[in-house]
């Protein structure tokens, strides 16, 4: 059976270990689907971390934009995180909204059409104020779009408040 559980929130509000708990409650040996696109040394100090925290019973697979090439039938997958997915398609298509828009839907739509279970993480950068940075607004735009959209896909949604989870749907 096929379900979408997203799971939202501000920076540093316990989405990400919320995830994974859950997918451990799903699941004795869920996949761990890494979007990051790794830019510095201090973001992959936080890749690190996110590795450390997670045991041997994780199937770990990093892909940073095509995430239906990955078979993945019957499996809890705990897809970490739609912002950096959503970055890595931004930046590739040169900053083009419904270019990337179009793209990253489709690639939802092709990867979940599979019978498994998908936890999404992703932020709510929208809830900050507006930047002053042309780029960093087309960016929010479509991140809040993107979510939307998964929103509207999803079975379930958790919005996380300082590591409380609160069910929206």
């Not at 559980?5 to 699941?27: D, P």
């Not at 690190?48 to 940073?64: A, D, L, S, Y």
């Not at 999803?154 to 609160?166: L, Y």
């Amino acid at each position: 059976m096929r379900k979408i559980i997203l799971i939202t929130g501000g920076a540093r509000s316990g989405k990400s270990s919320y995830a994974e708990q859950l997918a451990l409650r799903l699941s004795a040996n869920p996949v761990y689907l890494a979007t990051a696109r790794v830019w510095d040394d201090e973001f992959r100090q936080r890749v690190v971390k996110h590795q450390e925290r997670r045991g041997p019973e994780w199937t770990n697979i990093e892909e940073e934009k095509q995430l239906s090439k990955h078979h993945l039938e019957g499996r809890t997958v705990l897809i970490d995180c739609i912002t950096m997915w959503c970055n890595n398609f931004f930046f590739d298509l040169h900053d083009d909204i419904e270019a990337t828009l179009e793209a990253m839907k489709q690639e939802f739509l092709k990867f979940t059409q599979q019978e498994a279970t998908f936890i999404f993480v992703t932020n709510e950068i929208g809830m900050g104020g507006t930047s002053v940075n042309d780029v960093q607004r087309r960016f929010t735009d479509l991140q809040g779009w993107f979510n939307q959209f998964v929103a509207s896909q999803a079975d379930e949604v958790i919005f996380m408040v300082s590591g409380i989870p609160m069910k929206i749907k």
